[in-house]
């Protein structure tokens, strides 16, 4: 089936800096997106989340932004922290369906 | 605390010995879920389950059996367990059936020689 996946694997940030981390997906019919933050030796913690029918939504610190023409979803986080340091997911899931699809994960080191 | 709990957060065993894995939430959630996390492939969905006694396919349930026979427990079972189901085990729990937001417990590393 289609899944999510994302650009890179791995990302390195200079603290204090902006991140950027990229994820590109295939399924037309999914209807929301969502961003998972997973630290060392934890489970995922949900960050954010953007329906289809938007382009732009603000969180504390991030940003998500939806091109739904090219299929790319992206997270920018505003002065990347050390506690930042993580493995992020992207994720997307259908309205009517009871499953969520995440892609491989992009591990962030930010360096102080 | 609300939290997911797993228990056991580590175990190795061998092919074919059967195995539980078990989930327990306590915030009253109606959907639990069971991923597995392999290096370069994410999280991948093994069961799910919307509510009580109703439980479907994820997208890698092959080998593996769950049960929701209360709303807190939903375990996961390996009935002869094999080494490609090496891997680190999640169980999540949402408030909702469509819920975006899932809370993760802290993972089960499982070992199959």
Redesign the interface.
């Given at each position: 089936g289609e899944s999510v996946g994302l650009h890179l694997p791995t990302l390195s940030v200079q603290e204090g800096d902006n991140s950027i981390i990229n994820c590109a997906y295939s399924n037309s019919a999914s209807d929301y997106f969502i961003w998972y933050k997973q630290e060392s030796g934890k489970g995922p913690q949900f960050i954010i989340d953007i329906r289809s029918n938007m382009d732009k939504r603000q969180g504390q610190r991030v940003t998500v932004l939806l091109n739904k023409t090219v299929k790319h979803l992206s997270l920018q986080i505003a002065a990347t922290q050390p506690g930042d340091s993580a493995v992020y997911f992207c994720a997307e899931t259908i309205t009517n369906d009871y499953k969520l699809s995440f892609g491989a994960g992009t591990t962030v080191t930010v360096r102080a | 605390e609300a939290q997911?709990t797993q228990n056991p957060r580590y175990l190795i065993t061998v092919t074919g010995k059967k195995l539980t894995v078990t989930c327990s939430q306590n915030m009253n959630h109606e959907?639990m879920?069971w991923?597995r996390q392999d290096p370069?492939?994410?999280?991948?969905?093994i069961y799910?389950s919307?509510n009580v006694e109703v439980t479907?396919k994820?997208?890698v349930p092959e080998g593996y059996k769950v049960s929701r026979k209360e709303k807190r427990n939903f375990p996961l079972i390996l009935e002869s367990p094999s080494p490609n189901q090496t891997s680190l085990y999640?169980c999540?729990s949402s408030p909702r059936?469509?819920s975006?937001?899932?809370?993760?417990?802290?993972?089960t590393r499982l070992t199959v020689t």
């Open positions: - | 997911v959907y879920s991923y370069g492939l994410g999280l991948r969905q799910y919307m479907d994820g997208d999640f999540a059936v469509r975006r937001e899932q809370y993760f417990g802290p993972g």
